[in-house]
């Protein structure tokens, strides 16, 4: 018996065959449609800013090194191949930047927000294009240490077959991040929105989830949405208040969704939100440049 794409294995007793399924293609997706008000103004996109240096021909020359380029490298190393970023009107320069991936050794394509909502309206986008396969987000204005952190969430999932894995990392200053709180198996009971005050020690950064949260989620949303039918020819979705991808993920998490973690606990996640965060983020890239260059 042949079976195609599958490892298979035959017991010589009753013949039966066993096929172990492939897993799904693993896709990214980026979310850029912020406006970096915080930072502003700017001379390009934030996911464009400069924050170290990429060495090239054996570390014998370097080019300057965007932020975002972080992100990407860490998919690539979990062989995440092909990924969409989404963007805000606008933001042209990523796609010219990036162009279609082979600077990344990476397939990128390029898909435009919608809703102006917040994070998960503008991850929704992808939907059609990801709804069958297992997603791996990150953020394209941050730092974080192990560069091989998507390579650990992601076998976690495997072995768990869980929906969502998330990838925690001590959090430093939990009012400016989404703090998780853990059981005694290490999963999640709850997350707690940049807490004012907080015990907790951990904040998700990364995650990775199977079709069973992109359906969850896209089918969220439109529960959400609420449409003005007063105009019987131009229906308007009414505005509402930013919904954050926390606030998704806890809804999951009522609805009994299986959400694992992988506890980075010597790891570190910086963003560039601030100028104070900029600066930081500046410094630890050239640590991690300087840290490579020693070694080649």
Request: proline share 6%; net charge negative; with cysteine.
């Amino acid at each position: 018996m042949l079976c195609t794409g599958a490892i298979c294995s035959m017991n010589s007793m009753d013949k039966t065959v066993q096929c172990k399924q492939p897993r799904r293609e693993v896709v990214g997706i980026v979310p850029a449609g912020g406006k970096a008000t915080r930072l502003a103004p700017l001379p390009c996109s934030k996911e464009l800013l400069p924050v170290g240096f990429n060495y090239v021909d054996n570390g014998c020359t370097f080019r300057p090194k965007v932020i975002s380029q972080y992100l990407l490298e860490s998919m690539r190393l979990a062989n995440i191949k092909k990924t969409f970023i989404v963007l805000r009107d606008g933001k042209w320069d990523i796609p010219s930047y990036f162009g279609d991936g082979k600077m990344m050794d990476m397939h990128l394509a390029y898909l435009m927000m919608d809703l102006p909502f917040g994070v998960p309206y503008t991850l929704d986008q992808a939907y059609p294009f990801i709804a069958n396969a297992i997603v791996a987000l990150g953020f394209p204005d941050m730092i974080f240490k192990p560069e091989n952190a998507f390579v650990n969430i992601l076998t976690k999932q495997e072995e768990s077959n869980a929906d969502i894995v998330l990838g925690l990392f001590p959090a430093f200053r939990p009012h400016k991040t989404d703090m998780v709180e853990l059981d005694d198996n290490g999963r999640v009971c709850s997350i707690q929105i940049k807490p004012d005050h907080t015990n907790l020690t951990y904040a998700w950064e990364i995650a990775v989830w199977t079709p069973v949260f992109s359906h969850f989620m896209h089918d969220y949303l439109l529960s959400l949405q609420k449409v003005d039918r007063e105009k019987e020819n131009d229906a308007q979705i009414v505005e509402q208040a930013e919904l954050q991808i926390s606030q998704v993920v806890q809804a999951a998490i009522q609805h009994n969704l299986q959400i694992e973690t992988v506890v980075f606990k010597d790891g570190s996640c910086l963003d560039i939100g601030t100028p104070e965060d900029l600066l930081k983020a500046v410094q630890t890239a050239h640590k991690i440049e300087e840290d490579f260059f020693r070694k080649v």
